[in-house]
């Protein structure tokens, strides 16, 4: 009986867990839904609608080598805002690029947009990683 019993909450415990990953599936079609209003909001008038950037002031985010290297930096450079040299696609950028005050989900939600958007194709950035990033 005792066997029967614990094997019976082992298998309920599987079945728990089974459960609660399918519940945390990430729904990165919504995420780049929501990022798309933000970026029309936030990042538009500098990075341009196509995300071509402009030229010799605001580096683009389209097919963007500089920001698909490294999802904790464009994180950080996000909540954080950016300045001095970067390189992008080839070309140097100098500039300043302020921190935004977004939720941990509205920065995954904008990068989604953006990493997934321009001839961009990337991993999705989640809120848990955001959050991460904003504690170092």
């Known amino acids: 009986m005792r066997r029967l019993i614990l094997t019976a909450a082992f298998i309920l415990s599987i079945i728990s867990i089974a459960s609660s990953q399918q519940k945390q599936k990430f729904d990165l079609k919504g995420s780049v839904a929501r990022g798309k209003e933000i970026y029309t909001a936030q990042c538009l008038s500098c990075h341009m609608e196509q995300g071509e950037g402009i030229e010799d002031v605001y580096p683009p985010v389209a097919e963007s080598d500089y920001l698909m290297a490294?999802?904790?930096?464009?994180?950080?450079?996000?909540?954080?805002?950016?300045?001095?040299?970067?390189?992008?696609?080839?070309?140097?950028?100098?500039?300043?690029?302020?921190?935004?005050?977004?939720?941990?989900?509205?920065?995954?939600?904008?990068?989604?947009?953006?990493?997934?958007?321009?001839?961009?194709?990337?991993?999705?950035?989640?809120?848990?990683?955001?959050?991460?990033?904003?504690?170092?």
Do not use: C, H, W
Not at 85 to 97: A, L
């Open 70 to 136: 490294d999802k904790s930096r464009s994180i950080e450079q996000i909540v954080s805002g950016a300045s001095g040299e970067m390189k992008v696609n080839g070309k140097i950028y100098n500039g300043v690029m302020p921190g935004f005050d977004m939720t941990d989900e509205e920065v995954s939600d904008v990068l989604n947009y953006i990493r997934n958007s321009f001839g961009n194709k990337g991993a999705a950035v989640t809120a848990e990683e955001v959050s991460s990033v904003r504690k170092k």
